[in-house]
């Protein structure tokens, strides 16, 4: 394999951006900072933090991601027009790498039905708004939506305007998964051969995955000519999504015999910000997911299970731990004390302040003292919940409830909202629906339920329930995780974490009491 800087491919990660496009994948400002302290981790060369003229949330997105992210460029998408690039360059300015990402449509349909703009018009707002956005910054990305649709020749007569007018990325995306890994090949190749000084500039992939060809295209990208792939984890964005990074990087890692190009990525990281991007969106990752689904690294048939015990290589092309699945360690158990905790939560990497290092010991031991063995899968679930809580709204205290076989379902649950406690009884037609129907008459308001998702931490009866709800109100949408051993009380946890979201979005527009 080559390590030439020739073949080095830099990873854009537009999670962000894109991925949030994906319908339902509303993620918080704090969310999103937590999502870009990983990504970071990871070494990802590019992040699109956002689109700083779409929403104030968006703006101060960028902007507080810029403050906080050192190590990789920070990136805000911005329309041809010369507001939207004002406004990502305000975004911007507290970064140290900073990036204007602006695009425009070239395709003949996009350009006569959505822009209603002649070509012409189009290549004076490449060059415009190439112009404008070098004023701000020296590193501009000028992206050709619709690229694959659109004629060539007014493609090379596109990307030449915006090289001449600074552009240092040249993105060519495939906005619609249209294209065919040779076609979009073929396209690269077209574009770098016949555009003057196309030296000048990176070219970069950004592939939709409508017909599930996103990955095999950003790699065929690749051999076109680009040296810059856009992805997200988990796939996620607009429709069918994007090209998944996991799968990129670990394609051009396992088969570098194959495609001589390398990318910085921390690939042991991988799992990591897949479960981070999962929980926080409330996307569950299918089981067969190549990469980061459950069952990635899973081997069920007899004659598989044997090939492994005999040697890995059988059936595993990559290392599980490679991309940071690590196996089911025994974390401690209930006799473990103050120091092995703190210990313990170093190593995974947590720093807790001591109200929630007191609360989160609590509840360890309180775990210990109902499930016989405590994984560190249990740990990480139980202090996720436990800061996701923190500082919020409301929380619940106590929660007790009946089922019988007669679908009904009666639940008491106790609460407590800005430090007072309310408490409330109600009815459901079973367990979940009474404890989210008592939690509705306590907040005094009913936000509708569209998402509520139920998994297992680890394996066993006593392993501990995580759970995932959306919520809608008044137009706005919050997700929210709970886990416990118990699945309503994760449940409950989970509907109020969404709840709390959706008080912090409504106070932001027109503060006051709910
Ligand atoms: O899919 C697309 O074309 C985009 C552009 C804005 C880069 O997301
Ligand atoms: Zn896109």
């Not at 415009?128 to 007569?157: C, I, N, Q």
């Not at 670990?250 to 190009?261: E, Q, S, V």
């Not at 290589?313 to 158990?333: D, F, N, R, W």
């Not at 066993?460 to 109100?473: F, I, P, S, Y």
């Amino acid at each position: 394999m080559s390590h030439s800087e020739n073949n080095r491919v830099r990873i854009f990660d537009t999670t962000l951006r894109d991925g949030e496009q994906s319908p339902g994948a509303s993620m918080t400002l704090e969310e999103k900072l937590k999502i870009a302290e990983v990504l970071e981790g990871m070494n990802v060369d590019i992040i699109e933090a956002g689109f700083a003229i779409a929403s104030n949330g968006d703006f101060e997105c960028v902007k507080q991601i810029s403050e906080r992210i050192k190590n990789s460029t920070i990136c805000s998408l911005a329309r041809a027009a010369l507001g939207d690039i004002e406004r990502a360059a305000e975004a911007l300015k507290p970064a140290k790498q900073a990036r204007i990402h602006t695009f425009i449509a070239t395709s003949p349909l996009h350009m006569r039905v959505k822009l209603q703009m002649d070509p012409e018009d189009v290549i004076s707002a490449i060059h415009g708004s190439v112009t404008h956005a070098r004023k701000f910054v020296d590193d501009v990305e000028w992206s050709a939506e619709d690229a694959t649709r659109t004629d060539l020749d007014f493609l090379y007569r596109a990307v030449e305007t915006a090289i001449r007018a600074g552009a240092t990325t040249i993105n060519l995306p495939d906005t619609v998964g249209y294209a065919t890994p040779t076609e979009f090949e073929q396209m690269f190749r077209s574009v770098i051969e016949n555009v003057p000084d196309s030296d000048k500039a990176i070219f970069s992939t950004h592939c939709h995955n409508d017909l599930g060809l996103a990955v095999a295209n950003s790699l065929a990208g690749l051999a076109g000519g680009a040296r810059q792939i856009e992805c997200t984890i988990n796939g996620i964005g607009e429709r069918a999504g994007n090209a998944a990074m996991e799968e990129i990087v670990m394609a051009l890692k396992t088969r570098a015999d194959a495609m001589p190009y390398h990318t910085n990525i921390k690939t042991t990281d991988i799992m990591k910000a897949s479960k981070l991007v999962s929980t926080v969106t409330g996307f569950t990752v299918q089981n067969n997911k190549a990469i980061v689904g459950a069952n990635a690294f899973a081997h069920e048939a007899g004659i598989h299970q044997d090939g492994i015990l005999k040697d890995a290589q059988t059936y595993e092309i990559m290392t599980p731990e490679s991309v940071g699945v690590a196996k089911s360690t025994l974390a401690m158990g209930k006799h473990s004390g103050r120091h092995a905790f703190a210990d313990k939560l170093a190593e995974l990497g947590y720093e807790l302040g001591d109200n929630a290092f007191q609360e989160c010991f609590r509840r360890f031991k309180e775990l210990g003292d109902r499930k016989k063995t405590i994984y560190d899968e249990d740990i990480i679930a139980l202090v996720d919940d436990e800061v996701a809580t923190w500082a919020n709204r409301m929380q619940v205290v106590a929660l007790n409830n009946y089922s019988s076989s007669n679908g009904h379902a009666v639940c008491d649950i106790t609460m407590t909202i800005d430090g007072d406690k309310v408490k409330a009884v109600t009815y459901g037609s079973g367990p979940v629906d009474a404890a989210f129907n008592a939690i509705k008459d306590v907040i005094e308001f009913s936000p509708k339920l569209q998402h509520f998702q139920v998994h297992a931490v680890t394996h066993g009866t006593d392993a501990q329930a995580e759970c995932t709800v959306r919520l809608e109100h008044e137009g706005r949408t919050a997700n929210g995780q709970g886990a416990d051993e118990d699945t309503v009380i994760a449940s409950a946890r989970a509907y109020v974490s969404a709840v709390n979201k959706l008080l912090v979005k409504r106070e932001k527009k027109a503060p006051g009491p709910v």
